[in-house]
């Protein structure tokens, strides 16, 4: 977002703004905002809204996969329920198996006939026993079901180039070799055509607790045997920094050297808390909604340093975790498994505020994908039992979903303090899509939008609310926090539309 040369100030004027949704009221702030239609950004690509899946707590067995043979309705072992969730969601691509699972994960545990794969052991996540009944085939289906494109974090820490090598084969190459031949007596003739490969998975911790000097050696072994086998416009992604560690990055492009093939680099970005999700303050929610700035900058200064190296723009950044990770609480864990934590309103506002700063530096990512789906971090869905349903955060993307293949504007707005009105425009023909959040508990914002360089002849608007930052959708409300909609105002040069404390708002409005 631009805020260069803001003859826009904001507005200051006091005026009672009625919350929609529990007729509470509170003091509302006027914000005006300048939308510059001509002033492309670039495309907001799909996969900015990506989800990420691990073998970790329930996300996998229990969550996604609940066997062919268990009480809860399932299509071919998959939970029903979740499968038609995630298909509305139209999630552009799923990360899988880890984390740090991928790098002690041995893909030929996965596949023939599930009596004979052997019991492994998930020594990241509580030394459970894993009997690997989801391996490949059934991710493959996974993405085939829900309409996603599947992206494999290979093996590195404890693997060989070898069998990740080996795993390219089975996955991409079409027929005639023992290896897609195996595949085929699987199931599966056709090849599965991957083309996200992701070489490891935090190198710098779970993944071998390597140097960025090690890991660039890896890197290098490593991608020359997957280049070929991967196919013509495969993407090999390699481990960069957590949040915005410099040192990282700049260590390991060094001893790259530009050698091998590199088409993306990944950054782990997680906005944490001391906080249990529904025990948050003020405070920490300010503390945790302001890392969102921190997001912003991280992606400014890695993608500068890496223009160092890749003035071209070759190599594209990623973010392949994401989100808030709050405080765990042990009986909802033993509960519900490993990193299960509720989703309410605030982090309904922080996914949203995650993806508009994607909007906003579309033009330098490739790919982001959130942490995790179902039942981990900052999840999509929630199950219990044969019950599933989805959190705030769900409903945050949907309304979000808009601006996917749109080319991101420029908006200019009034200032630049975190916990500001925070903002995302895109544009495609006669379409604008506008989405605003508002993360303050406590005040409501009045915007009032400019449209340079067109004009409006009307539109919709949707948002999503709750007076209550702890407030979140439970198995027994599952439709506490969904989408309602939003008056709005958007006729010629001005688009205004009121959004209460905690709220995302996304406007859709008609171009001439
Ligand atoms: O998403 C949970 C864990 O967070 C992942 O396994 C790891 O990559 C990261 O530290």
């Keep these: 977002m631009s805020r260069r040369g803001l003859a826009l100030s904001a507005g200051v004027a006091l005026f009672a703004a009625v919350t929609p949704r529990r007729g509470a ?15 492309r950004i670039a495309t907001i690509k799909p996969e900015l809204h990506g989800q990420f899946a691990e073998h970790l707590g329930s ?16 299509v071919e072992g998959y939970r029903k329920q979740a499968i038609e969730y995630l298909k509305a969601a139209e999630i552009p691509v799923l990360r899988w198996p880890g984390g740090c699972f991928a790098d002690d994960y041995h893909w030929r545990d996965g596949i023939g006939p599930v009596s004979r794969r052997p019991k492994t052991v998930n020594i990241h996540w509580g030394n ?28 590195v820490g404890s693997g060989t180039p070898q069998e990740l090598r080996d795993w390219a084969e089975y996955c991409n190459y079409p027929s005639g070799s023992t290896l897609s031949e195996e595949r085929t007596r699987n199931g599966s003739p056709e090849p599965f055509n991957v083309k996200y490969w992701g070489v490891g998975n935090e190198n710098w911790a779970c993944g071998g607790n390597m140097t960025p000097e090690s890991y660039a050696l890896e890197y290098r072994r490593f991608s020359t045997y997957l280049r070929t ?12 920094p957590n949040r915005n560690d410099l040192e990282w990055t700049r260590r390991f492009m060094e001893a790259l050297d530009r050698r091998g093939s590199l088409h993306g680099y990944a950054m782990h970005f997680y906005s944490s808390s001391k906080t249990e999700a529904t025990k948050f303050t003020p405070e920490t929610l300010r503390l945790q909604l302001a890392g969102f700035a921190d997001l912003e900058k991280a992606i400014l200064e890695q993608r500068a340093l890496l223009d160092k190296y890749d003035p071209e723009r070759r190599i594209g950044l990623l973010i392949d975790e994401w989100g808030v990770w ?36 579309a033009d330098k990512l490739a790919m982001c994908n959130i942490a995790q789906t179902v039942n981990v971090l900052h999840a999509i869905l929630l199950t219990d039992g044969d019950e599933c349903i ?42 604008l899509v506008l989405t605003c959040v508002n993360p303050r508990h406590d005040m409501g914002m ?18 999503l609310h709750d007076a209550d930052m702890n407030a979140c959708n439970t198995f027994d409300n599952p439709d506490r926090i969904v989408p309602r909609e939003l008056p709005l105002m958007a006729d010629r040069s001005r688009i205004r539309m009121e959004l209460p404390p905690l709220s995302v708002a996304t406007a859709i409005v008609r171009l001439a």
């Design 326 to 361: 709050d405080r765990m609480v042990p009986a909802e864990e033993k509960k519900h498994g490993r990193l299960w934590q509720q989703i309410p309103m605030r982090a309904a506002v922080a996914a949203a505020m995650g993806l508009n700063v994607f909007h906003r530096q």
């Design 128 to 155: 459970y026993t894993e009997d690997n009944s989801f391996g490949t085939h059934e991710f493959m289906r996974l993405c085939q079901l829900i309409g996603a494109q599947p992206y494999l974090a290979g093996n």
């Design 25 to 39: 009221s509170a003091p509302s702030e006027e914000r005006r905002l300048n939308i510059r239609l001509a002033d």
């Design 59 to 74: 996300c996998i067995y229990g969550g996604i996969w609940v066997g062919k043979d268990s009480p809860i309705p399932n």
């Design 229 to 240: 086998l991967t196919g013509k416009g495969a993407f090999l992604i390699a481990c960069g």
């Design 446 to 463: 009045k915007v009032d939008a400019s449209l340079a360089g067109g004009s409006a002849l009307g539109g919709k608007a949707r948002f």
């Design 390 to 431: 989805r959190t705030s955060t769900y409903w945050a993307f949907d309304l979000l979903k808009a601006h996917r293949g749109k080319e991101a504007v420029r908006v200019e707005t009034g200032g630049n303090d975190p916990l500001d009105l925070s903002v995302s425009a895109s544009v495609e023909g006669k379409q």
